[in-house]
């Protein structure tokens, strides 16, 4: 059984630009969610994919948008980057409202 | 709206000293709560969960609806328990809906 894996491990980005980070779900599951987590606070829900469809979302802007694909696998785009989008992004994955597994996460730094 | 506190940063006790971790939770419906444990460059992992009432590396956590707590306990701390932990509520839905509400977590630091 795979674990959730995320790419990249980290990258740095200019303010402004555009990123994209992907999750590889736990082999079974259907559920992917995203995390935003900032230093020294809690992991923060951005949204959900269940079955390729958005089924829930945080307290963040339109520039934060995802998808889920066929396999389950999913990504992260966040466009227009500003100096506060810098943070570790966690993707977790379930079957349903099962156990969440998550990803090692992805740092990144806006500059 | 829905919140987790965890009042301490920073929890500091000797090997074989009892911890104790505080996690409060803010919220209307009928909770269920989680404790997530991330040890030195891992990921985070489920350590126990409210509704199965076990006691994984000897930790439990009993929830106080009068007190709307959950906190984390552990008789004798061990040097290996030294990580971050976070609380969690999950709020429930359909379809798959999995949110968690994290608290900002507590450093717990176990000397010899």
């Known amino acids: 059984e795979t674990g959730v894996t995320q790419s990249p491990t980290h990258l740095i980005k200019t303010r402004g630009q555009q990123v994209t980070l992907r999750c590889s779900s736990q082999?079974?599951?259907?559920?992917v969610s995203w995390y935003q987590q900032a230093l020294g606070q809690g992991p923060q829900f951005i949204f959900q994919y269940y079955r390729e469809e958005e089924n829930g979302r945080g307290n963040f802007p339109p520039r934060f948008s995802g998808l889920q694909f066929p396999n389950y696998s999913s990504e992260l785009n966040v466009n227009a980057l500003e100096l506060d989008d810098s943070a570790l992004y966690l993707c977790a994955s379930s079957l349903a409202t099962t156990e969440a597994f998550f990803g090692q996460g992805t740092r990144l730094t806006v500059v | 709206a829905q919140r987790v506190t965890q009042p301490e940063k920073l929890l500091s006790v000797f090997k074989g000293a009892p911890v104790e971790l505080k996690c409060n939770y803010s919220?209307?419906?009928?909770?269920?709560l989680f404790w997530y444990v991330q040890y030195s460059r891992q990921r985070l992992q489920l350590l126990l969960r409210h509704i199965s009432r076990e006691s994984i590396k000897g930790f439990t956590a009993d929830l106080n609806k009068g007190e709307t707590s959950f906190h984390l306990k552990k008789p004798f701390a061990q040097e290996e328990d030294s990580a971050m932990y976070y609380c969690?509520?999950?709020?429930?839905?359909?379809?798959?809906?999995?949110?968690?509400?994290f608290g900002a977590g507590t450093r717990l630091a176990v000397h010899p």
């Open positions: 082999s079974g599951h259907n559920t």
């Open positions: 969690a509520l999950r709020l429930p839905g359909t379809g798959g809906y999995n949110k968690l509400i």
């Open positions: 919220y209307s419906g009928s909770p269920e």
